[in-house]
Nanobody, 120 residues
Framework: QVQLVESGGGLVQPGGSLRLSCAAS????????MNWYRQAPEKQRELVAA???????NYADSVKGRFTISRDNAKNTVYLQMNSLKPEDTAVYYC??????????????WGQGTQVTVSS
């Protein structure tokens, strides 16, 4: 079994910064893609940022230049550094991992979600 624990959300003023973390633990052999999604009220969940096992990154146009995704493979952790936050960044943020389990093969896991609220 694999567990994902997210942290780092909260309330921040426009222009502020937050750093999200998502740590995976359990019977993990390796982790392939690590992604961050978000879902605002009454909107569909959208991909915010992605990072491959080789470190290649991809971002939604709305966050390019403001958000940075990174990973620490030794800690099975993915981060999302969010700078210059805007009210429209308000959403529940979810990490999403494609990982190879020690037993059970390749599976996709979601974190529990962490609320990010950008408001003055």
């Amino acid at each position: 079994q694999v567990q994902l624990v997210e942290s780092g959300g909260g309330l921040v003023q426009p222009g502020g910064s937050l750093r999200l973390s998502c740590a995976a633990s359990g019977s993990i052999f390796s982790i392939n893609a690590m992604n961050w999604y978000r879902q605002a009220p009454e909107k569909q969940r959208e991909l915010v940022a992605a990072i491959t096992s080789g470190g290649r990154t991809n971002y939604a146009d709305s966050v390019k230049g403001r958000f940075t995704i990174s990973r620490d493979n030794a800690k099975n952790t993915v981060y999302l550094q969010m700078n210059s936050l805007k009210p429209e960044d308000t959403a529940v943020y979810y990490c999403n991992l494609d990982l190879l389990q020690l037993l059970g093969g390749l599976r996709n896991y979601w974190g529990q979600g962490t609320q990010v609220t950008v408001s003055s």
